[in-house]
């Protein structure tokens, strides 16, 4: 059983391209983290959100928590986005993970 | 400024052994969790503190102990290796549980013989 599940698993895109990865989850959450996995493994915390819509640069994240929705655009794509984007969602009393969607963007 | 600190990163076991992995991290946060990740399904909470003296499993926390007897380290003890413990560990840190922004360490690559 999946409580999250991310689409797609995996993205090539030009660069310049604007970029929607999607999650949706089936559990009441509190809270829904966007992680970024570089290729030599590190993870950084993009976004947490609860409602509504955020915005960091290029990066754009928004939820919907009736439709247990959540998409992060990234727009005006680079090389330097490629990487492995995970979304999790906080029950409260648990994370649960996406498998993640590979993205790699082309020069 | 270090931020999380985990040590080591590579390790190999026998399967039996025992080990601890350290995590250690200076911002002062009260929240700290440990994670695995292995091919095709994700990061999985294995336990996590909200405070100095006060653990709670997540999802996957068989075989696996914890302790937080500090802010600022929280280690996770494999009691009895085995290889089904295979896998990349991840500590994270962040002011609290509800905060913005966890600050993940470099991640522990385990293999278990």
């Known amino acids: 059983k999946n409580e999250v599940e991310q689409s797609p698993q995996n993205l090539t895109a030009q660069e310049g391209e604007f970029i929607t990865i999607n999650c949706s989850y089936s559990?009441?959450?509190?809270?829904l983290h966007w992680l970024q996995q570089h290729p030599g493994g590190g993870i950084v915390s993009l976004f947490m959100l609860s409602s509504g819509k955020k915005k960091h640069g290029r990066l754009i994240a928004t939820i919907n928590i009736q439709e247990k929705h959540s998409s992060l655009h990234i727009t005006a794509s680079h090389p330097r986005d490629s990487a492995v984007y995970i979304c999790?969602?906080?029950?409260?009393?648990?994370?649960?993970f996406g498998t993640g969607t590979s993205l790699t963007v082309i020069p | 400024n270090a931020g999380v600190t985990q040590t080591p990163k590579f390790q190999v076991l026998k399967t039996g052994q025992s080990m601890t992995l350290q995590c250690a991290q200076d911002?002062?946060?009260?929240?700290m969790s440990w994670y695995r990740q292995d091919p095709g399904m994700g990061l999985r909470l294995i336990h996590y503190s909200v405070g100095a003296g006060i653990t709670d499993q997540g999802e996957v926390p068989n075989g696996y102990n914890v302790s937080r007897s500090t802010t600022e380290d929280f280690p996770l003890r494999l009691l009895s290796a085995a290889p089904s413990q295979t896998s990349v560990y991840f500590c994270?840190?962040?002011?609290?549980?509800?905060?913005?922004?966890?600050?993940f360490g470099s991640g522990t690559r385990l293999t278990v013989v």
């Open positions: 994270a840190s962040s002011r609290t549980r509800r905060s913005y922004g966890y600050t």
């Open positions: 911002m002062n946060h009260e929240y």
């Open positions: 559990v009441g959450i509190s809270a």
């Open positions: 999790a969602v906080d029950t409260g009393n648990q994370f649960y």
